[in-house]
């Protein structure tokens, strides 16, 4: 939703040039430094921020003049269609964690109070209300990725709804079978499916043919909507223009591809 500010990145350049004993008055000497050199000094420098800088776009008031989405979805691209969504878990899955499975609801509650403190168990029973059979590592799971990722996607499109351009939402639930299920729908997991590679991705998608259905539908929305500015195709259930009255998304799971309007609402409210 917001890019760096000049205030964030100056920080970010001085403690960069302080790791490798450059002065503001001596810049050229950085054409010199080895590029192993200069990567290890920007990680030992942004390690050391606090709050942390992310490496991205600034937003200097003439190159880049406003935030892409604060206070309001930016007027530079009010007339390109947006397609958003995220996948259920993002990085919140258990793929390097053998013993995910073993998670307890109690287990779970302890993990939630530090951050949702008295509203942990409305919070785990909204969701469970939402996957009435998931288990507690998947419930963590979704509200990991709701926290990192879906609740400013859904930002994202509500401010987005306001200009000409249409937005279409999506949730992608598709949980891979490989490490015994672990990982869950993770971060990126959806790429695999947008571009219709299953098998080029096996080590992530388990080259299974519900997969491959699931792909050729969404790979086809991918091409209609780069066509079109619209993914709605035969082969889905038709795809709501987005509205923060609904907010209709487009739900991608094992079992079924369906049209929710605003599926998490009550839960997702929850956890912000």
Excluded at 203 to 225: C, E, N, P, W
Excluded at 239 to 259: A, I, L
């Amino acid at each position: 939703l917001r890019q760096n500010t000049t205030e964030q990145t100056a920080r970010q350049a001085r403690a960069v040039l302080s790791q490798l004993n450059i002065t503001g008055s001596d810049l050229r000497r950085l054409h010199d430094v080895p590029t192993a050199d200069l990567m290890s000094a920007s990680i030992a420098a942004q390690s050391g921020l606090a709050p942390a800088v992310g490496w991205g776009p600034v937003v200097d008031g003439q190159v880049l003049p406003q935030h892409a989405f604060d206070p309001v979805a930016s007027a530079v691209a009010a007339n390109v269609p947006l397609l958003i969504g995220n996948t259920y878990a993002e990085f919140g899955g258990g793929m390097g964690n053998p013993t995910a499975h073993e998670l307890t609801f109690d287990g779970l509650r302890a993990r939630l109070q530090p951050t949702l403190a008295a509203r942990t168990d409305e919070a785990i029973a909204a969701y469970r209300k939402i996957f009435p059979s998931a288990r507690p590592f998947e419930i963590a799971g979704v509200i990991a990725g709701t926290q990192r990722y879906r609740l400013a996607a859904v930002t994202m499109a509500d401010l987005k709804a306001a200009q000409p351009a249409p937005v279409y939402m999506y949730w992608f639930g598709w949980n891979t079978p490989v490490l015994d299920g672990r990982p869950l729908a993770f971060h990126c997991q959806d790429l695999a499916f947008w571009f219709d590679n299953i098998d080029l991705a096996a080590q992530a998608t388990g080259g299974t043919d519900d997969a491959r259905s699931l792909a050729s539908k969404m790979s086809a929305a991918l091409v209609a909507f780069t066509k079109t500015g619209n993914p709605n195709h035969p082969g889905l259930p038709e795809w709501p223009r987005y509205t923060t009255t609904s907010r209709p998304t487009m739900v991608f799971e094992n079992e079924r591809v369906s049209v929710k309007n605003d599926p998490d609402k009550d839960a997702r409210t929850l956890i912000a």
